[in-house]
């Protein structure tokens, strides 16, 4: 049971981070444009999300260098990379000219990403850690609906907008 609630806490701090932030946003956009706007709301915390998740790549480094397969090179500076990648698309979802670009390119990373937490969960990463004692496949379980959640959700906030 404790495997299971760790693999909840662990999945659960970017959910919980942009459910949090969207709230947050609602009420911090009411008062200034005197109005609800939901899809900036939406972009405001899917931004901050995306800077809690970028953190990680410099964190958690070693771990998340596990992530990548062998045939991948340089793979402290492609973490690096990527971590500098969600910071700038958080950025372009807040910039008018950029967020409907920023929207596309966020919802092709994250499918691009998947990969990488499919391989992590089959060799059984622990991204905190720096280990081989991951969650394993369940993880997948938690991960998948997630990730479709960020897409719907980049997709909604910033190519449909509510």
């Not at 090179?73 to 690096?80: G, I, Y």
């Not at 990488?116 to 394993?136: C, E, L, P, R, T």
């Not at 496949?137 to 997630?146: A, C, G, K, V």
Request: aromatic fraction near 14%; charge should be positive.
């Amino acid at each position: 049971m404790n495997f299971v609630n760790e693999l909840k806490e662990d999945l659960m701090k970017p959910l919980l981070v942009l459910l949090s932030s969207f709230v947050i946003a609602i009420f911090i956009v009411k008062l200034i444009y005197n109005h609800y706007d939901f899809a900036l709301s939406a972009r405001i915390a899917m931004s901050i999300m995306l800077c809690f998740t970028a953190m990680g790549h410099f964190v958690y480094t070693k771990g998340m260098s596990m992530m990548i397969p062998e045939f991948i090179p340089l793979k402290t500076s492609f973490v690096h990379l990527t971590g500098v990648f969600e910071i700038l698309l958080a950025m372009g979802l807040l910039i008018p000219k950029l967020q409907l670009i920023s929207g596309w390119t966020l919802i092709l990373f994250l499918v691009l990403m998947l990969p990488a937490n499919i391989y992590a969960a089959i060799h059984q990463v622990n991204y905190q850690k720096g280990s081989f004692d991951g969650h394993g496949l369940t993880y997948l379980w938690f991960r998948i609906p997630l990730q479709v959640l960020f897409i719907v959700w980049a997709y909604i906030s910033s190519i449909r907008m509510l």
